[in-house]
């Protein structure tokens, strides 16, 4: 591990003070105890949120910052130069470009706004202020997927032949979900596609390279759900039975086919609505020696197989350890898992440091234009080439 260095004191502001808000503040305050050598020493500064109990629950948490129930209250502040946005997926198109305008760094959430539109009206903004930005796609930084994805650039498995990516997880598949905003076209833009499925095309991107063209098939499981009240705040809420109802506008469920510039076929499927399943996140790669293969849920492991022998070939599983990707900035030997909140701050440290190649508005771009192409492919019921 790198030796501490003299750092200058970097404020940094959060727009939105929900959970993910917390995520973005905990790296943040995490982040010297594991990249010492970073050069720059994060300080909360502030936080921008229109609900009171959330700026309340916030500062409780983090200590005194100041509070704003107006974010662009939040980017006057001269103390302020680099800001996560974590609000809503509807506001981070006037916010993200709102953030470059103003000459501070941008670590924003995926997807980047509802639409590639969206996602470029950002990209086009950081680009034109010359800002750092950075995007949430946070699985790229485990370990055990940056081992993935050196095996594949060494040519480990051979030359890959077809690949799997799946996000299964279950917070709307309970029929008395509320139709909170991530059911509605005009907050929560295509549904599952740009909550789950971008996390997903992304990882394909990271592995296999640029795609070339989708075919896809949508569906909604559920098409009507209860109307939220004041108390469903979360989305893993359930609503009464007597609740009245509304029309679900997107999409709870994605299967796909898809195809890299390379030529490799990926079979692909994201579900908001799996019984039975959490979190169930992953890929495997299979090439002409061998395959690759892993589940976020067991993060610090990936399944590796290799070698001449071809049939019966065995699989191992190999932990992460030092020298996988930033696995040493937080254990010292393999057989620890990192966790979700440690993957965001390696994602923290890419934001921060010049050095560091982060996921960039370049990639949201890339992983909306894909989502777009889905829903038109689910449509049409043809290819579309990207």
């Known amino acids: 591990m790198e030796a501490a260095v003299e750092a200058a004191d970097l404020g940094v502001g959060i727009i939105g003070a929900g959970w993910m808000g917390h995520v973005h503040a905990r790296a943040y305050a995490r982040?010297?105890?594991?990249?010492?050598?970073?050069?720059?020493?994060?300080?909360?500064?502030?936080?921008?949120?229109?609900?009171?109990?959330?700026l309340d629950d916030f500062a409780a948490r983090f200590g005194p910052v100041r509070r704003y129930d107006a974010w662009r209250a939040l980017l006057a502040d001269p103390e302020v130069r680099a800001v996560s946005v974590t609000a809503p997926n509807a506001l981070h198109r006037e916010i993200g470009t709102a953030v470059a305008e103003a000459g501070r760094d941008l670590w924003i959430e995926k997807p980047v706004?509802?639409?590639?539109?969206?996602?470029?009206?950002?990209?086009?903004?950081?680009?034109?202020?010359?800002v750092r930005a950075a995007v949430g796609f946070n699985y790229r930084t485990f370990p055990a997927v940056a081992r993935a994805r050196a095996l594949l650039r060494e040519g480990a498995i051979g030359t890959p032949t077809h690949a799997r990516c799946q996000l299964l997880t279950d917070y709307?598949?309970?029929?008395?979900?509320?139709?909170?905003?991530?059911?509605?076209?005009?907050?929560?833009?295509?549904?599952?596609?740009?909550?789950?499925?971008?996390?997903?095309?992304?990882?394909?991107?990271f592995l296999l390279g640029d795609l070339a063209a989708v075919v896809a098939e949508t569906a909604v499981f559920t098409p009507r759900r209860p109307l939220p009240s004041a108390a469903d705040t979360s989305h893993y809420a359930v609503a009464a039975a007597d609740a009245a109802t509304g029309p679900v506008e997107n999409a709870d469920y994605v299967c796909a086919l898809l195809r890299t510039a390379a030529g490799v076929p990926v079979t692909f499927e994201a579900s908001r609505a799996a019984v039975g399943e959490q979190?169930?996140?992953?890929?495997?790669?299979?090439?002409?020696?061998?395959?690759?293969?892993?589940?976020?849920?067991?993060?610090?492991?990936?399944?590796?197989?290799?070698?001449?022998?071809?049939?019966?070939?065995?699989?191992?599983?190999?932990?992460?350890?030092?020298?996988d990707g930033d696995y040493g900035r937080f254990h010292p030997g393999a057989g620890n898992a990192m966790s979700y909140d440690d993957s965001k701050v390696a994602e923290a440290a890419d934001f921060l440091s010049p050095d560091r190649s982060p996921a960039t508005p370049a990639d949201a771009v890339a992983a909306a234009e894909t989502l777009e192409a889905l829903t038109t492919s689910a449509a049409s019921g043809a290819w579309v080439a990207l």
């Open 172 to 205: 709307a598949a309970h029929p008395m979900a509320p139709l909170n905003w991530r059911f509605t076209r005009e907050h929560g833009g295509s549904g599952v596609l740009g909550d789950l499925a971008s996390h997903g095309v992304d990882l394909v991107r």
């Open 113 to 130: 706004g509802l639409t590639a539109g969206d996602a470029r009206a950002v990209a086009d903004a950081v680009a034109r202020a010359g």
């Open 31 to 54: 982040l010297p105890h594991h990249y010492p050598e970073l050069g720059v020493r994060p300080r909360l500064v502030a936080v921008a949120d229109p609900v009171p109990g959330q």
């Open 279 to 323: 979190n169930a996140y992953g890929f495997s790669v299979h090439g002409t020696r061998g395959l690759l293969a892993w589940d976020f849920r067991r993060p610090g492991e990936l399944a590796v197989s290799r070698g001449d022998s071809y049939l019966n070939q065995p699989v191992t599983r190999w932990t992460a350890a030092p020298g």
